[in-house]
């Protein structure tokens, strides 16, 4: 692997940790602030959608005005929203910042997929991007350790996460890996393919559910008398399940039809969510051991079990997607999937702050609940129907930050089918 890609590693790593612990900040601070559900998850649509503009807005950016250009411009765009975040004190603003935010996180995260498959050998993109996965994994579980530290003096530290920003344009200014130069764009609009409804509606469960919870739970954790370490180690738990599940799920998938475990996938998800809504109000004593050991380990165990259940579901709707996939399609359907990813990131904190305002505490569990058992359904009505494959193609982690990335890996996997077929 070329020594340049640890630059490009590196800036990644401070932008997604940065994101990631100012995503748990805020639903601590609108919890401890006197603000509502609706309130966190109305933010968290904002993100959502700048977030989504911004992964289909980035390429154009860079091509106009260069990689370096278009990267350091929104790294200083996220460094402004940041220290705004700091500055001003209501959820209208704050939802304004955290769009703003979302386009320009997305297009930093953009730019850098961009240089990474630029600067990665053919023969090992894969590779690179597995490795890009786990250092995504590991920026999110280490943002919380400022929690850990910090406990609630942590909100002191917001100016430092824009520091981190701005630390990542140095890392990339002084790389010595050349610039890539992209090519024109091949077509003003993205045409959207989706071969398989099942792929289709877990894409979109997928961004639906992890934006929902990862907004929604520091604040219904904090606002059930979680204290600031606890909801934390919650919220590293979460992320560790991702990180441990995504490859082992990738190999159960490669041997197994793929429906089926996009349903082994939900079915943990509803069940986490229900027993969060029949625990009720005693999230506290149950993580703090006030109700026995037993109690507390399971506690501990349902969000890393619901980790892993929710983030490797994008992997492997993209995986069953490329399976159905006519040849020289799958840039296509990858694109499509992340925007149904996308379209589910807005509707799912959406769906949850509406549903605040009839159930209150329980609606992000009813709405996540809700969402994977529609995909159980369709699942299950595709599988009674359709045949799976009798040729999968193999599985590749996806990250979805950019449409670079989850194009790079609908290619790899074209790639590897071809590779795998004999010739006659």
């Known amino acids: 692997m070329p020594k340049q890609l640890s630059a490009l590693f590196v800036a990644s790593f401070l932008v997604n940790l940065a994101n990631a612990a100012i995503s748990t900040m805020l639903g601590i601070l609108i919890a401890t602030g006197g603000g509502s559900q609706g309130d966190v998850s109305f933010i968290a649509a904002a993100y959502s959608i700048g977030f989504g503009l911004g992964c289909f807005a980035a390429p154009n950016l860079a091509r106009r005005s260069g990689v370096i250009r278009t990267y350091a411009a929104a790294a200083a765009i996220a460094t402004i929203t940041i220290i705004g975040l700091e500055a001003l004190d209501n959820t209208l603003a704050w939802a304004a910042l955290r769009f703003v935010m979302g386009a320009a996180i997305a297009t930093v995260l953009a730019v850098s997929d961009t240089w990474i498959n630029y600067e990665a050998p053919k023969d090992r993109r894969g590779q690179v991007i597995a490795l890009y996965s786990i250092v995504l994994g590991l920026a999110s579980i280490g943002s919380q350790l ?6 609630s003096d942590a909100e002191s530290l917001i100016l430092y996460f824009a520091a981190l920003m701005n630390i990542a344009v140095a890392v990339i200014a002084v790389t010595k890996s050349e610039q890539p130069v992209l090519p024109p764009a091949t077509s003003a609009k993205i045409t959207l393919n989706i071969p398989s409804p099942t792929a289709g509606a877990g894409a979109f469960v997928s961004g639906f559910s992890a934006t929902s919870i990862i907004s929604v739970l520091p604040f219904y954790l904090t606002s059930h008398g979680l204290s600031v370490s606890l909801v934390a180690i919650v919220i590293m738990l979460l992320y560790g399940g991702r990180l441990f599940a995504q490859w082992p799920v990738g190999i159960l998938s490669d041997r197994v039809d793929r429906r089926l475990v996009i349903i082994s996938l939900a079915i943990p998800a509803i069940l986490v969510m229900i027993a969060a809504a029949v625990i009720g109000d005693g999230e506290g004593r149950a993580f703090s051991g006030a109700q026995g050991s037993a109690v ?19 992997s492997v709707s993209s995986a069953l997607a490329f399976d159905r996939s006519a040849d ?13 990813y996308s379209i589910g990131s807005v509707v799912g904190p959406t769906a949850v702050m509406i549903a605040s305002t009839a159930i209150g505490d329980y609606a992000l569990q009813a709405c996540v609940g809700a969402a994977n ?3 159980i359904i369709v699942a299950f009505l595709r599988l009674s129907r359709i045949k799976a494959p009798e040729d999968p193609s193999p599985s590749v982690p996806v990250p979805e930050n950019s449409l670079k990335m989850v194009q790079e890996a609908g290619k790899i996997s074209e790639e590897e089918v071809q590779d795998a077929t004999p010739s006659s």
Do not use: D, K, R
Request: hydrophobic share 65%.
């Open 146 to 151: 400022v929690f850990l530290w910090m406990g």
């Open 296 to 314: 507390q380990v399971l506690a501990f165990l349902a969000p890393f079990l619901c980790g892993a259940a929710i983030f490797p579901l994008y």
């Open 328 to 340: 020289g399609t799958t840039t296509e359907v990858s694109s499509t999937l992340l925007l149904l």
């Open 373 to 375: 058992l529609a995909l």
